[in-house]
């Protein structure tokens, strides 16, 4: 019947380079009559977790694989999580801008007149609400919706 024998190390000191897993008798000449092999599993204790640092063959094992397969639902939850946020963040920004046009809409449309198609889809492109401000706080100093744009258009960096 096979046997696998492995060597857990629990601690950093007791660790060394001549633990290799496979360990060799040699005669007093030097030639090797017998050999052993063993797996290594430095499993180091710290702060009162254990922490594996190397396992031949682990990802067999149904330790390893709870282990993973816990970490991966962790780590899709950790990206919803953040993807949410994201969205949450885009969601935010773009409802932002729209508040920032429609108010532009409204007080240009008591101020200056009701904008007709061609200005509220020049309106629709711009998707800076800094810029759609700017714009708001430029209706007081102009008649019409074309100079408001006009003023805006000469303002902006190219």
């Known amino acids: ?7 857990v190390l629990l601690r950093p000191e007791v660790d060394g380079p001549e633990l290799t897993g496979r360990p060799e008798l040699r ?3 030097g030639d090797i009559y017998d050999w052993f092999r063993f797996d290594m ?3 180091m204790i710290e702060g ?11 990802e067999e094992s149904s330790v390893y694989q709870s282990i993973f ?38 007080v240009g449309s008591k101020r200056l007149d009701q904008p007709d198609e061609h200005l509220q889809k020049r309106l629709e492109v711009i998707d800076d609400v800094d ?8 209706i007081l100093g102009v008649s019409t919706w074309d100079k408001l744009l006009a003023a805006a258009d000469r303002d902006q960096p190219a």
């Not at 019947?1 to 060597?7: Q, W």
């Not at 009162?48 to 682990?58: C, D, E, F, T, V």
């Not at 899709?76 to 920032?100: C, I, P």
């Open 69 to 106: 397969a816990k970490g991966r639902v962790e780590g899709e939850a950790k990206g919803r999580v953040e993807e949410e946020a994201k969205g949450r963040v885009k969601g935010e920004a773009k409802g932002r801008v729209e508040e920032a046009r429609q108010a532009l809409l409204h």
């Open 27 to 29: 005669l007093p000449e």
């Open 131 to 138: 810029r759609l401000n700017a714009l708001l706080e430029g």
């Open 48 to 58: 009162g977790s254990a922490m594996i640092l190397g396992i031949r063959g682990i």
């Open 41 to 43: 599993v430095r499993m």
């Open 1 to 7: 019947m096979p046997v696998r024998t492995a060597l």
